[in-house]
């Protein structure tokens, strides 16, 4: 593939719900552009950019492909992203570096829950929509372009109107050239006379829409003359950057119809690099805000924005770059590490195909294998110029797996393949739970945790087995008491004496731990006072009640007495220890447990369902908003009762609610609860020895 000018590539990413059909549509565009030769089909597992093995099984898109293709002498860099909650991620990336959205909705389900996040992840890019499976059973251009209208505004214009609908489908109609395509080769004929009056009332809403994009327009258009093609053509390109025009097209992409007036619609009038608002990057060196503007000769800003483990030739990093050129064996710097990196050769990829590129220009995404210092978020730049492009931000993941290594065989893979995952995939969590001590993969999702299983066994040879994890329970005081803690022991010989009065008090929630000292006249020798504290920390790991942690309370110690042979460090660390059980059974323990905050974003018709099972976690509804046929729901809800919210949700709502979750604080367990709690806890102890 040749290298090509910043004004002639035009980098679209293809966003949806799942399930709408960007992946059959990226087919199709490979088909028409003479990539490939024949239409493969997600459902037969041979679609270019499904190449993964788990997608090929699941027959769903799990992360972006990179599809590159050429029209009209223009290079059109597609990224087919996930269009399942789980893979948000990668939504993510691909929003953060392309130019254009296609945002598919299709033709019978119409604006769905993805449809709103995806809409939300691309906001500030020009975007077009895209009415998808037009030969469908139920297909309804119409109800969904009102649909469309209603939530998106009066900047929504149709631009391929259709010619029939369902089985009947066969053509578009291209309301600038006003001309109508019809069949998989896009035959250009005249309007059929049934669709005129349909065009026409298009047409003059475009007119309208792009007059209002030009001051020159606008008194065209007040004066009632007649814009022409090329004026409306030119007028549309300017909304569109502008985010003003949102054009609708359509399309029947599995049995490849209307795919060229696509093309040249993406062609015509998504934006180049060229035509963005210049990307702001940190100058390390001045510590100052720079402007950097696609110039070949400018200095190199690339932003690594994904990051994938190829079997055969390792790491592979993807790039845009905003400026500059990166050419095959050089050499960069990385940032934040500024640590020089060797490039080797440099890719551009088709699905699972790498086609090696001798140089990228500005505005181009490529991929380059096998960085050292680079990981998703990064910037490569020139030595002598070190800038720091924005990196991504991700969201938070919900949920979580405990797992343990099968054999010992796999212990050893674990810990290597965990690093090169979490590089992979920043929505992948890879953490150990300090108070139950489990290994935690925390994740968008139950799909999301098991492709990564997946992939970490196939990938890196690592099993292992998954459970529900521990709830991080905690224990606390209620009240006030004190008390005296005395550790004496005489076997012949020097004995061990330490002896403290302490007193525990309940402080505020998220505090932890605070020791005070309040000896006065030397009752405790000020060189074993530290010793007691050691003694009351390694106390409060274990809890009175259940053996969880204690936390949120104050130690003083206010008295006690020593013996000027037998005492030592370790007598009153122990008497701390025994004050610190003795006392804490007085002042009334309690358990705590975690409460995350959750929303909830669902269709209409299932908030009742979604709030009634929240209540029944034991959830607390904080507020409830509403828009455009979807309802909002943030809750404050126990942990314990969201591990498998993920699960329930998707059940609840046939797979068309989204939710985010992060921990909120702790408070206390209901008393009926703590018997089961206390319970467990023991039975596992048991199990442990």
Request: charged content about 25%.
């Amino acid at each position: 593939m040749k290298t090509y000018s910043s004004d002639q590539i035009r980098n679209v990413g293809l966003f949806s719900h799942g399930g709408a059909g960007k992946t059959t549509l990226t087919e199709a565009l490979l088909y028409n552009t003479g990539v490939i030769n024949r239409l493969g089909r997600v459902e037969d597992g041979n679609a270019v950019a499904d190449y993964d093995p788990e997608e090929t099984k699941r027959h769903i898109s799990v992360s972006t492909a990179l599809v590159p293709c050429e029209w009209r002498d223009q290079k059109i860099n597609v990224l087919d992203t996930p269009g399942y909650a789980d893979f948000v991620g990668e939504v993510k990336e691909t929003a953060r570096v392309v130019d254009g959205a296609l945002v598919v909705v299709c033709a019978v389900s119409g604006i769905e829950v993805g449809t709103e996040m995806v809409w939300k992840y691309t906001e500030g890019l020009s975007r077009m929509i895209m009415i998808s499976r037009m030969d469908r059973d139920n297909a309804d251009y119409e109800r969904v372009l009102a649909q469309l209208r209603e939530r998106y505004g009066r900047g929504v214009i149709p631009l391929l109107l259709p010619l029939g609908s369902r089985a009947n489908f066969d053509g578009v109609i291209d309301v600038v050239r006003m001309q109508a395509y019809r069949g998989d080769k896009g035959r250009e004929e005249a309007i059929p006379a049934e669709f005129q009056d349909a065009a026409d009332e298009a047409r003059e809403q475009l007119v309208e829409a792009v007059a209002e994009t030009d001051d020159e327009l606008t008194m065209k258009y007040l004066e009632g003359e007649e814009l022409t093609s090329a004026e409306i053509a030119e007028g549309l390109r300017k909304g569109v950057r502008a985010g003003k025009i949102i054009p609708v097209l359509c399309s029947a992409a599995l049995h490849n119809k209307t795919i060229p007036p696509v093309l040249n619609a993406l062609v015509d009038y998504m934006p180049t690099p060229v035509d963005r608002p210049a990307a702001v990057a940190q100058n390390l060196r001045t510590d100052q805000e720079e402007k950097v503007t696609p110039r070949p000769d400018g200095p190199l800003a690339a932003l690594v924005f994904k990051t994938s483990a190829d079997p055969y030739v390792g790491k592979l990093s993807f790039f845009k770059i905003y400026s500059g050129t990166l050419r095959s064996d050089s050499r960069v710097f990385s940032v934040p590490t500024e640590e020089e990196e060797r490039l080797g050769q440099l890719y551009t990829m088709r699905g699972k195909e790498q086609l090696p590129v001798a140089e990228f220009g500005p505005g181009d995404i490529g991929v380059v294998a096998k960085l050292t210092h680079t990981n998703t978020g990064d910037t490569l730049c020139d030595k002598d110029h070190l800038l720091r492009l924005p990196g991504i931000v991700f969201p938070r993941p919900v949920f979580a797996v405990a797992v343990q290594p099968k054999t010992k065989a796999d212990t050893d893979k674990l810990s290597s393949g965990l690093n090169r995952l979490t590089e992979e995939d920043p929505t992948i969590s890879v953490y150990r739970e300090a108070d139950t001590n489990e290994l935690i993969i925390s994740g968008m999702g139950e799909s999301h945790v098991d492709v990564a299983l997946e992939r970490l066994h196939r990938k890196f040879g690592a099993e292992v087995t998954t459970a529900v994890p521990k709830v991080p329970y905690k224990e606390t005081i209620r009240g006030t008491a004190q008390g005296q803690g005395r550790h004496k022991k005489q076997t012949g010989g020097r004995g061990q004496f330490g002896d403290v009065y302490v007193r525990l008090e309940p402080a505020e929630r998220g505090s932890g731990f605070e020791f005070l000292d309040e000896v006065v006249g030397g009752s405790v020798p000020r060189n074993y006072i530290p010793a007691v504290e050691k003694g009351l920390r390694e106390a409060l790991k274990t809890g009175i009640l259940a053996g969880f942690p204690m936390v949120d309370f104050k130690a003083a110690l206010y008295d006690g007495s020593y013996h000027p042979v037998d005492s030592s460090d370790l007598a009153f660390q122990l008497a701390g220890i025994i004050a610190f059980k003795k006392v804490s059974e007085m002042a009334g323990p309690i358990i705590l447990e975690p409460i995350v905050k959750v929303e909830v974003t669902v269709p209409e018709e299932y908030m009742g369902d979604v709030i009634g099972d929240l209540n029944s976690k034991r959830g607390r509804v904080l507020g409830m908003g509403s828009a455009a046929g979807f309802s909002t729901i943030s809750a404050e809800v126990p942990q314990a009762e969201m591990q498998r919210y993920a699960t329930d949700l998707r059940s609840m709502t046939q797979g068309r609610g989204v939710f985010t979750l992060e921990f909120n604080h702790y408070e206390e367990v209901p008393g009926n609860l703590v018997p089961a709690i206390v319970e467990q806890a023991k039975k596992e102890r048991e199990e442990s020895k």
